[in-house]
């Protein structure tokens, strides 16, 4: 029976969560470096690396809870140094308990990554046992710290951010989320990969596109649009959902093919010293707005038509992603990945400089769309 009094005493290191400020998101930018030197400074040390960090803590007396719609349910709190480490240890002299272990997003600008490599940024969270491995990555082409001030009454930036990755289901242009798990990967081999990007717009954010990490500096290398998105979707197979426009080229009336399901197959083929891809692309999907007669709609060489309408309109969303991509001098859609599956002597040799072996590769596409059936009607194309 003593025993059992202390079994049941409880956690003695708790506290009440009223008491902690916990960190909801974090935002990363550049700091101007300054120029100017005095008269007296005739051998000035080379500057260091300057960051402002922006912190998102979640209000004590609300906590996460969705119950209030009224009044700022956060605040933002800002730090300038060189060390993540320290700037963190700065806000205990202004801040009850800060508390990183609910943290949800790190958002980093485009700017802050052409000076600093990613490693560097995030050793800290890697290398802290509070910070859990589920935090998403973003980088942003504007301030970073834009992303986390108030947009609706009531609501946390940071929460609201990771919400909008639920809406890869109907949306092809939106990247998967990457998390702090999922860079160590990348880091520790040094490839190229992509991270989400978002920005504010007017009193909103919007995610727009994805900032490509080089591998070998691991910094920033460059800016993938929504169609170049759109179209390394097709290359890897993530896509979960989303849309394709085309023209009927009878009519010439617009019409829209929703997509149910897609993959992707990367074939590499080496002879002798020569790399090349060859990408099979397959999807399924449905007519799902169309200003066809619907006479006509329900034929079946009118479905075979736009099908073909919509492979013409992947492989060049496909092919405008790896025009991208050898522009940059960066591989991203896991190409590399193929090879070094499909041919790993081959990959051995030119896997220490991939991204500049990879401009000079070529690379084919083969589509096939099957449309399924064609607005709320159970009919097939058969």
């Given amino acids: 029976m003593i025993t059992c009094f202390f079994l049941l005493a409880g956690c003695w290191s708790s506290s009440p969560i009223e008491e902690r400020n916990l960190e909801a998101g974090i935002a990363l930018d550049a700091v101007p470096q300054q120029t100017e030197t005095s008269a007296e400074e005739t051998d000035p040390q080379p500057p260091k690396k300057q960051i402002r960090r922006t912190v998102q803590f979640v209000l004590p007396n609300t906590g996460t809870s969705e119950t209030s719609s009224h009044g700022n349910r956060f605040y933002n709190e800002e730090e300038l140094g060189d060390s993540i480490m320290e700037m963190t240890r700065e806000s205990y002299l ?69 919400d909008l990755f639920d809406n890869r289901s109907h949306t092809n242009r939106l990247v998967k989320p990457v998390t702090l798990a999922k860079v160590i990967g990348p880091l520790k081999s040094r490839s190229s990969f992509v991270l989400p990007n978002v920005i504010r717009i007017r009193d909103g954010i919007t995610l727009s596109g994805a900032g490509v990490i080089r591998g070998d500096t691991q910094k920033y290398a460059g800016y993938l649009n929504k169609m170049d998105v759109e179209g390394l979707q097709w290359i890897t197979g993530d896509l979960t959902g989303g849309i394709v426009k085309g023209t009927d080229s009878r009519s010439q009336r617009d019409f829209v093919y929703e997509i149910k399901s897609a993959k992707s197959n990367i074939q590499a083929h080496v002879n002798k010293n020569d790399i090349s891809f060859h990408v099979k692309i397959s999807s399924v999907g449905r007519l799902s707005e169309s200003f066809v007669s619907d006479a006509n709609k329900m034929k079946d060489q009118t479905l075979r038509e736009e099908a073909g309408v919509v492979q013409d309109k992947i492989k060049e969303l496909a092919q405008q992603t790896v025009s991208k991509m050898k522009k940059m001098r960066v591989e991203v859609a896991h190409m590399g990945q193929a090879l070094r599956i499909q041919h790993p002597d081959m990959w051995e040799q030119v896997k220490d400089h991939w991204d500049q072996v990879y401009a000079t590769v070529p690379v084919t596409f083969e589509v096939k769309v099957d449309i399924e059936d064609f607005g709320a009607s159970t009919m097939t194309a058969n």
Avoid: C
């Fill in 94 to 162: 202004s801040n009850q308990s800060p508390a990183g272990f609910h943290l949800k997003t790190i958002v980093i600008s485009s700017e802050l990554l052409q000076k600093v490599p990613l490693q560097e940024l995030l050793d800290f969270y890697l290398a802290d046992n509070d910070i859990r491995l589920s935090i998403l990555l973003l980088t942003s082409t504007g301030t970073a710290s834009d992303v986390f001030k108030e947009m609706i009454s009531g609501k946390t930036p940071a929460f609201m951010l990771k």
